[in-house]
């Protein structure tokens, strides 16, 4: 079992920034992939960025530019930088692990963008 746990999220007005952080804890042996996903209001859960242990990286069109995913594979953490933050960034945002035979999620924190 993989357990994490979250922090950062928050209000932010519209061109602010925050920082997400997530840290792994338990059997991490063997992860592959660290990933923040996010799920608006009535909308499906979808990839925000993802990172290997080689340090490829991933992100989607609408946070490119914008966001940028880092991680210390020796403290088993993920890291989620936002700046230039925009209302429909606004979602509950999950770190995500994953490992050769599943994945495992963090309970989520919420990120609202004001405008």
């Known amino acids: 079992q993989v357990q994490l746990v979250e922090s950062g999220g928050g209000l932010v007005q519209t061109g602010g920034s925050l920082r997400l952080s997530c840290a792994a804890s338990?059997?991490?042996?063997?992860?592959?992939?660290l990933g923040w996903y996010r799920q608006a209001p009535g909308k499906q859960r979808e990839l925000v960025a993802d990172i290997y242990r080689s340090g490829k990286t991933n992100y989607a069109d609408s946070v490119k530019g914008r966001f940028t995913i880092s991680r210390d594979n020796a403290k088993n953490t993920v890291d989620l930088q936002m700046n230039s933050l925009k209302p429909e960034d606004t979602a509950v945002y999950y770190c995500?692990?994953?490992?050769?035979?599943?994945?495992?999620w963090g309970q989520g924190t919420q990120v609202t963008v004001s405008s």
């Open positions: 995500n692990v994953q490992k050769a035979y599943g994945g495992y």
């Open positions: 338990g059997s991490t042996f063997g992860i592959n992939s």
